[in-house]
Every structure is written in structure tokens, then in C-alpha cells.
């Protein structure tokens, strides 16, 4: 699967306020998936809960790249998700780290220049997007994974909710 089929088909997903026009939403969804993940992996839940906060967190990748006109395979390097190279370290603070720095440039788009990205503000964006994209990498290295999986049961997950009418809403028992 290339890098934009997924981010197609996460985005035919994605219901909130003004989708095209937001980032916002999908910052602050990342964020909390960043949460999620890394809280997962501090305990002894099995891959398949890994996968599933992973994906979450891969499609508010996607969902950020689309909203600050960034096509995923450009941030992550290469235009196949099985292609994507890993990082030499595997470092959850990363993950953290890369969230804060794109909740502060939102942050600082909203206040200092009214919400209008500049190109320098969506560079930064798409630093930080790939660094996530890369430890997601290491995380399915050391969880015997792959990317591609994660993709996948993301979007089955998320065709599943979307034939039975429930993608608003919160929680997995939907």
C-alpha cells in the first residue's frame, strides 16, 4: 500500500468541524493518540492494542498532513509504507516531543497570525510528522509488526464503523 492510498482512505473517514479547513482537530487527536500509545506500550497489553492506538495515531498523521496540504509520502520520505526506513534509536520521548512541537506551532498560528499557516510553519509540521512516522516504525520493529499491518487495521477498523454508522463518538466499543 502506498503512503497516499492510506491517507485517501483515512481521510473518506475523518467527520469533524470544517475537515479541509482544520488543524486543529487532527493536532489535538494526535496528541491524545500519543498519550494513548505510549501509555500502552508502558504496560504488558498485547500487539494487538498496539496496533490498533498505532493506526490511531497514523491516521491523525494523515489527517494533519491533509489538513496543511502535505501528502503523507512525502513527509515520511518514500512513497510505499513498507519502504519507510527506521530510526537507529528507539525513543518514545520522540513521539511526545514531536506532539508538543506541533501543538506549539499551531499554537503560535493561531495567536500571532490567525490561524494562516506559512510554509516555514508547514515544514516544521511535516518534521515532526515524519519523526512520529519513524518511531512508529521502530514500535512495530520491536512489537514484530510492520507499518503496512497497522495501516491496514486501521482502515478495517474504520470501514467497519463507517458501514455501521458509528465513526462520531469515542471509545472502541462502537
Same mark, same amino acid.
Request: with cysteine; charged share 25%.
Given at each position: 500500500?502506498?503512503?497516499? %492510498?492510506?491517507?485517501?482512505?483515512?481521510?473518506?473517514?475523518?467527520?469533524?468541524?470544517?475537515?479541509?479547513?482544520? &488543524?486543529?482537530?487532527?493536532?489535538?487527536?494526535l496528541i491524545d493518540e500519543i498519550?494513548?500509545?505510549?501509555?500502552?506500550?508502558?504496560?504488558?497489553?498485547?500487539?494487538?492494542?498496539?496496533? $490498533?492506538?498505532?493506526?490511531?495515531?497514523?491516521?491523525?498523521?494523515?489527517? !494533519?498532513?491533509?489538513? =496543511?496540504?502535505?501528502?503523507?509520502?512525502?513527509?515520511?520520505? +518514500?512513497?510505499?509504507?513498507?519502504?519507510? %526506513?527506521?530510526?537507529?534509536?528507539? &525513543? !518514545?520521548?520522540? !513521539? &511526545?516531543?514531536?506532539?508538543?512541537?506541533?501543538?506549539?506551532? =499551531? $499554537? $503560535?498560528?493561531?495567536?500571532?497570525? %490567525?490561524?494562516? /499557516?506559512? /510554509?516555514?510553519?508547514?515544514?516544521?509540521?511535516?518534521?515532526?510528522?515524519?519523526?512520529?512516522?519513524?518511531?512508529?516504525?521502530?514500535? +512495530?520493529?520491536?512489537?514484530?509488526?510492520?507499518?503496512?499491518?497497522?495501516?491496514?487495521?486501521?482502515? $478495517?477498523k474504520l470501514s467497519d464503523r463507517?458501514?455501521?454508522?458509528?465513526?462520531?463518538?469515542?471509545?472502541?466499543?462502537?
Amino acid at each position: 500500500m502506498e503512503f497516499n %492510498d492510506y491517507q485517501e482512505k483515512a481521510r473518506a473517514t475523518a467527520i469533524y468541524p470544517n475537515v479541509g479547513d482544520n &488543524f486543529v482537530y487532527p493536532t489535538l487527536g494526535l496528541i491524545d493518540e500519543i498519550g494513548e500509545l505510549v501509555g500502552a506500550l508502558g504496560t504488558s497489553l498485547p500487539n494487538d492494542v498496539i496496533i $490498533k492506538e498505532a493506526g490511531d495515531v497514523l491516521w491523525y498523521v494523515a489527517s !494533519l498532513a491533509s489538513e =496543511v496540504d502535505l501528502t503523507l509520502w512525502r513527509v515520511a520520505g +518514500c512513497r510505499n509504507i513498507k519502504d519507510i %526506513d527506521p530510526p537507529n534509536t528507539y &525513543f !518514545l520521548g520522540g !513521539l &511526545f516531543l514531536s506532539g508538543a512541537a506541533i501543538a506549539g506551532i =499551531v $499554537k $503560535k498560528t493561531l495567536r500571532d497570525r %490567525d490561524g494562516a /499557516l506559512t /510554509l516555514e510553519s508547514k515544514m516544521q509540521i511535516s518534521h515532526s510528522l515524519s519523526v512520529i512516522l519513524h518511531i512508529l516504525v521502530m514500535i +512495530c520493529y520491536h512489537r514484530e509488526t510492520s507499518l503496512l499491518e497497522i495501516a491496514e487495521e486501521n482502515l $478495517k477498523k474504520l470501514s467497519d464503523r463507517q458501514d455501521r454508522g458509528v465513526l462520531h463518538g469515542s471509545g472502541d466499543n462502537r
